[in-house]
């Protein structure tokens, strides 16, 4: 099956943008989440269209992104990640973030939900809250602009995805969203003339095999390309649509649908040659928030089934990381991914194990 492209207008257009997720009720939001949800059981990728994000500001942070990265790297590091410090924000250059063990041929600025030294999370000392760390005022009010969309557009889906899997529109935000755990990452791959290897580069990849560890992943990729999807049959591009976002769910999703939905693994080469921008946003449940089965997940599994599309062996079975997140214990979702990210960047985690830790008063 093909990553087919879903049109959102049913809960983005102006009749719906503003009504609560739990009015998300006519016939047309069903037939979209009746959509939506057969591609997370086949593919675990779709696009959406319609999806009421402003152009202007979909441009406006690509030419902040161009800009940023075609500087030199000694102006970039004055964001270095590890500046950030347990909050994990800022610059990282190409080759110090690890897939599945290996340097992936990227740079990138990690963003967060904003919050300030006073927030209670920061003040415990919590990892992955904090600051974020701007070059200036106009990547500041776009990236915090972009990031209240994401968070619209990302409760939308997963309210389609409720109505799609028998519960109500507003399962999930009563359950996991209520406070998400947002990650904005932006990315450039340069191309791959543009750096030494003596090694095999067929081996390198812009990122390497993996699946999100989330709920939800919305994608925003220039015109460049690279995206690779496993599917049940093998791997498929996913090239950028004008006018859509890429999504796919993450392994919490795939864990609580007891793997009715799919986190599928995907992959990224830049062979444009000319460096290419991407913008994943993260949509994962609430810190706090256990990560357990659905009410229904007997009657998923049932389903599951008796409409088994085919009985050909699924490529994606082999997962690249031998992980079965369906079984694996996981506990709250905080804990999990602070484990998986320093597994992602081991150097910095060490430095940000070894400095003391604020508690509450
Ligand atoms: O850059 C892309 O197209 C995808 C990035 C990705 O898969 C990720 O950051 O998890
Ligand atoms: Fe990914």
Redesign the pocket.
């Known amino acids: 099956m093909a990553v087919p492209v879903v049109d959102l207008a049913a809960v983005t257009g102006p009749a719906a943008r503003d009504l609560p997720l739990a009015e998300l009720d006519s016939e047309a939001v069903r037939e979209v989440a009746e959509a939506l949800g057969r591609a997370c059981r086949h593919v675990g990728f779709f696009y959406v269209r319609n999806h009421g994000v402003s152009e202007a500001l979909l441009s406006e942070l690509q030419a902040m992104s161009r800009d940023f990265f075609a500087q030199p790297l000694a102006d970039k590091m004055r964001l270095d990640m590890r500046q950030g410090g347990r909050a994990w924000r800022g610059y990282f250059p190409v080759g110090d973030e690890l897939t599945s063990g290996k340097p992936d041929i990227k740079e990138g600025l990690y963003f967060g939900a904003e919050l300030s030294e006073t927030h209670p999370a920061v003040v415990a000392g919590r990892p992955i809250h904090g600051r974020n760390q701007f070059a200036d005022e106009r990547m500041r009010r776009v990236v915090l602009e972009y990031l209240e969309a994401m968070l619209a557009l990302g409760q939308r889906i997963m309210a389609l995805l409720a109505l799609s899997l028998g519960l109500e529109a507003d399962f999930f935000q009563r359950s996991y969203t209520r406070e998400p755990t947002p990650l904005f990452?932006i990315?450039n791959?340069p191309r791959p003339e543009s750096f030494n290897y003596d090694g095999d580069r067929e081996a390198l990849w812009?990122?390497g095999e993996?699946t999100?560890y989330g709920l939800l992943?919305i994608?925003l990729?220039d015109e460049c390309g690279?995206?690779q999807v496993k599917t049940r049959t093998g791997w498929q591009a996913a090239p950028p649509l004008p006018g859509t976002f890429v999504c796919n769910i993450g392994d919490m999703l795939e864990r609580i649908t007891g793997g009715y939905f799919c986190s599928t693994p995907?992959r990224?080469r830049n062979a444009a040659g000319r460096d290419r921008l991407?913008f994943?946003f993260f949509f994962d449940p609430s810190w706090e928030a256990e990560i357990r089965p659905l009410p229904n997940v007997r009657l998923l599994a049932e389903e599951a089934a008796r409409t088994q599309e085919s009985d050909e062996p699924d490529a994606r079975a082999q997962r690249w990381d031998q992980a079965n997140v369906v079984q694996d214990e996981i506990g709250a979702y905080g804990d999990y991914l602070t484990r998986k990210v320093s597994k992602c960047f081991p150097d910095l985690f060490a430095s940000v194990q070894s400095r003391p830790v604020a508690t509450t008063p």
Do not use: I, N
């Open positions: 990452r990315f791959y812009g990122v993996h999100d992943t994608l990729q690279g995206l995907h990224v991407s994943p």
